[in-house]
């Protein structure tokens, strides 16, 4: 469909002309497609899931090499100075030894007063451990790609936390991988609390890496930069206690922070049951992303 | 004449690769293939691959498949890279409609028009993602979809150059 008359070919007439049908056709089949994957997200899980199982072997096995190549040159960087990273960590040892007991000290004391609070005592369990092995490019919105998928038990709206920090919420699972929203996404709220005090607050992601966090209470702004925000537990998705952000700069009310587990660097990801398994029956109250 | 003097003479048995109708469509599945890629964004910022080489083929060539492919190439830039299925079938397909006008109109081109024509589609392309992003999240600032939009105009002369390099090689010049 290049030029506006093709000469006096009838044949090369119509041939335009139904070109011309095909692409508006086109153009409605994928507004169609578009309305009914914002409306009704779960049309398209199976094909999305079928994409994920093709493309996420392929992220992970590429992912390996580039980490096997790092670990090769990191690896030769360590020994230069060796003596003196040795005597340094020696003397962190030391000193996280010291913390370790005072921590113990604390949980036993911990264990004691549960019991007679007589608290229930949540199981921590694991579900699955992957990587995360790829992401979102060019959108808004964040997304990762986890090694993991609905064959290792990963269901959609599981939580997703690393050793570092919370990662965010499976919403989308294939077979052998699944799809990651990030906490830094605009969908993703957890409800969290300010490690300092323990003043609840929201965290919600900005989309372009970093997260809003804002009080509940209105008042004055109870954030002060570099404060630990973890998250409270409430809503029965995300377990509570699990480091989610540091702050970075206030604004007016909120603050801005950053999330503590860096998708780009974290080495695992652990998937965790909800921590209320009510809370998968009634889904969350945010779109399955899209 | 001179020019054609200059040029050293052709040989024999060189010409258009055997299945060379079908280049174009290929690279540019191999393009939103690029999303497999192992890199963790934490920003986005990176371009919308599919769309340049898309681009990129449509402007060096009136027909470099038939108008309906942009369907099904759109489809499968949408699987691959997470964009909300049929938004890549419907600009796709638009984008080649669009073109097709804007060749009747334009009297001349050269390599600014055909770069101010992309940048305007490129910001269309990223126009459209924020406002899906707001339908399915919440409101965002416009200003996070700055750095992207700069990044893709910024880029899309080389994905031009490398898509030009492909069609020469694929018609054996």
């Known amino acids: 469909m290049a030029t506006a008359r093709p000469g006096w070919s009838r044949r090369a007439q119509y041939g335009l002309f139904f070109s011309f049908l095909a692409v508006i056709a086109g153009i409605i089949v994928g507004l169609i497609s578009l309305i009914l994957s914002l409306v009704a997200p779960q049309t ?14 392929i992220t992970s096995s590429l992912h390996e090499i580039i980490e096997t190549a790092e670990g090769v040159f990191t690896g030769a960087g360590n020994y230069w100075d060796a003596a003196r990273q040795n005597a340094d960590l020696k003397r962190q040892n030391k000193a996280m030894l010291r913390r370790m007991l005072e921590a113990r000290a604390i949980f036993q004391e911990n264990l004691q007063l549960k019991a007679t609070l007589q608290l229930r005592q949540h199981e921590r369990s694991t579900i699955a451990v992957g990587r995360i092995v790829g992401s979102s ?41 699944s799809r990651v929203l990030l906490v830094s996404d605009k969908a993703n709220i957890v409800p ?22 804002r009080p509940l209470e209105v008042g004055r702004n109870p954030f002060k930069p570099g404060d630990i925000i973890v998250s409270s537990g409430t809503g029965g998705l995300y377990p509570p206690s699990v480091p989610v952000a540091r702050v ?20 695992f990801a652990i998937v965790e049951p909800p921590y209320e398994p009510a809370a998968m029956d009634t889904g969350p109250a945010t779109p399955e992303g899209y | 004449m001179v020019r054609a003097a200059l040029t050293p003479p052709r040989r024999i048995g060189q010409g258009p690769w055997r299945l060379a109708r079908y280049v174009p469509a290929v690279t540019v599945v191999f393009a939103s293939l690029l999303a ?81 024509v992309a940048a305007v589609l490129i910001a269309i392309d990223e126009w459209l993602q924020w406002r899906l992003a707001e339908a399915a999240a919440g409101p965002l600032p416009f200003s996070h979809m700055v750095p992207p939009l700069i990044v ?13 390099r492909v069609d020469a090689w694929r018609l054996g010049r």
């Open chain 1, 44 to 57: 398209f899980q199976t094909v999305r899931g079928a994409a994920l199982d093709v493309t996420g072997p």
């Open chain 2, 152 to 164: 893709s105009i910024c880029v899309f002369p080389a994905f031009a150059w490398a898509i030009s």
């Open chain 1, 137 to 177: 490019f060019d959108s808004p919105r964040r997304f990762a790609i986890l090694s993991v998928g609905s064959s290792d038990g990963v269901r959609i709206g599981m939580p997703v936390r690393s050793p570092d920090g919370m990662v965010g919420r499976i919403i989308g699972a294939g077979a052998l991988a």
């Open chain 2, 36 to 116: 497999v890629l192992p890199i963790v964004s934490t920003s986005g910022w990176y371009p919308d691959f599919g769309y340049l080489v898309f681009l990129s083929w449509r402007l060096l060539r009136a027909d470099p498949w038939p108008a309906w492919w942009a369907a099904p190439l759109g489809f499968v830039n949408d699987l691959f890279t997470a964009y909300p299925i049929g938004f890549s079938i419907a600009l796709w397909s638009a984008t080649m409609l669009a073109l097709d006008l804007i060749d009747r109109r334009t009297m001349w081109r050269d390599y600014w028009i055909e770069w101010v």
């Open chain 1, 248 to 267: 970075v700069k206030l604004q007016g009310d909120d603050a801005i922070a950053l999330p503590l587990a860096d998708p780009a660097t974290v080495s």
């Open chain 1, 192 to 213: 969290a609390r300010l490690l300092r005090n323990g003043i609840p607050v929201l965290a919600q992601g900005r989309g372009d890496g970093t997260v809003d966090v």
